[in-house]
T-cell receptor, first 118, second 114 residues
Framework: EAGVAQSPRYKIIEKRQSVAFWCNPI?????LYWYQQILGQGPKLLIQFQNNGVVDDSQLPKDRFSAERLKGVDSTLKIQPAKLEDSAVYLC????????????????FGPGTRLLVL | GENVEQHPSTLSVQEGDSAVIKCTYS??????FPWYKQELGKRPQLIIDIRSNVGEKKDQRIAVTLNKTAKHFSLHITETQPEDSAVYFC?????????????FGRGTSLIVHP
């Protein structure tokens, strides 16, 4: 079974530029999460989708961050415009498989996108 | 919202010793508590989890305990090995809309000296 895929793996941009990240969850996983992990800290949930609907986006800085999951599969996270403090690893995770043999709660993380804003 | 405190931030032990990492949470609605291990430059991976209807769970050298009344849960690693060295994160999750919404702790850097 293929894992969660993310691209790009690394991105360097200047402040005030825009950037987009892509995530492809594990096939059949209904729930998709985007996290921001700043160096030395735990993952911070930005937005959570259940299929193509938003479950929670209370910690998403909506003035500059946006995310979508139009067909309930792939998702993109965009930052526009970027700030220095956005430098972090952006992790995507998925969970809640349709097959009953897997635990619904277990999150499977992608490799992350490391963003550096100069 | 939920607030998760994790201690210690750094834990250094000798190979073969036990290691204990503690977390507290604030929201009594949280009912699922996973622990993740993250090696340097890699993605977090689930190592053990516990639900609120269980007080303790064990998987070989790893165990997790939960005290719902006190709102704290702990990770216990026995007979530590150098390959256990990593950052460990706890999380407290509550269910909403058919999925779980997690809040992570800040992490504990575990160093196991050979």
């Amino acid at each position: 079974e293929a894992g969660v895929a993310q691209s790009p793996r690394y991105k360097i941009i200047e402040k005030r530029q825009s950037v987009a990240f892509w995530c492809n969850p594990i096939s059949g996983h209904a729930t998709l999460y985007w996290y921001q992990q700043i160096l030395g800290q735990g993952p911070k949930l930005l937005i959570q989708f259940q299929n193509n609907g938003v479950v929670d986006d209370s910690q998403l800085p909506k003035d500059r961050f946006s995310a979508e999951r139009l067909k309930g599969v792939d998702s993109t996270l965009k930052i526009q415009p970027a700030k220095l403090e956005d430098s972090a690893v952006y992790l995507c995770a998925s969970s809640n498989p349709e097959r009953p043999t897997q635990l619904q709660e277990t999150q499977y993380f992608g490799p992350g996108t490391r963003l550096l804003v100069l | 919202g939920e607030n998760v405190e994790q201690h210690p931030s750094t834990l250094s032990v000798q190979e073969g010793d036990s290691a204990v990492i503690k977390c507290t949470y604030s929201d009594s609605a949280s009912n699922y508590f996973p622990w993740y291990k993250q090696e340097l430059g890699k993605r977090p991976q689930l190592i053990i989890d516990i639900r609120s209807n269980v007080g303790e769970k064990k998987d070989q050298r790893i165990a997790v305990t939960l005290n719902k009344t006190a709102k704290h849960f702990s990770l216990h690693i026995t007979e530590t090995q150098p390959e256990d060295s990593a950052v460990y994160f706890c999380a407290a999750s509550y269910s909403s809309g058919g999925s779980y919404i997690p809040t992570f702790g800040r992490g504990t850097s575990l160093i196991v000296h050979p």
